[in-house]
């Protein structure tokens, strides 16, 4: 019975902690991702000589500068945006 209470008094204090660094991690994946499209994003107004006011859709940039299109791990969804703005997600924001 004591080693019952132990684990479950265990389990109570890992599993938010073990929560908490979930998100984080899904969170900085999120924000790789952006900051890739961001890169894709300039890369492309280089390359195409757009004005900041031009947006640029998903199949501007990939593959051409990112390989595949990026996933948000808590399925967000990006907005590319135009080049004045940074690309932002659904759930994580920009
Ligand atoms: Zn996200």
């Known amino acids: 019975m004591i080693v019952v209470l132990v684990i479950s008094i265990l389990a109570m204090v890992a599993v938010p902690a073990w929560q908490y660094a979930r998100q984080r991690t899904q969170a900085r994946a999120c924000e790789a991702n952006r900051t890739k ?3 894709a994003k300039a890369q492309w107004m280089a390359a195409t000589g757009a004005v900041p006011a031009d947006e640029p859709t998903m199949a501007d940039l990939v593959p051409t500068y990112i390989k595949e299109i ?10 590319i945006g135009n ?12």
Do not use: A, I, K, L
């Open 37 to 39: 499209m961001n890169d």
């Open 70 to 79: 990026p996933r948000c791990p808590r399925n967000g969804t990006y907005t």
């Open 83 to 94: 080049g004045n703005t940074r690309v932002s997600c659904s759930v994580h924001g920009q």
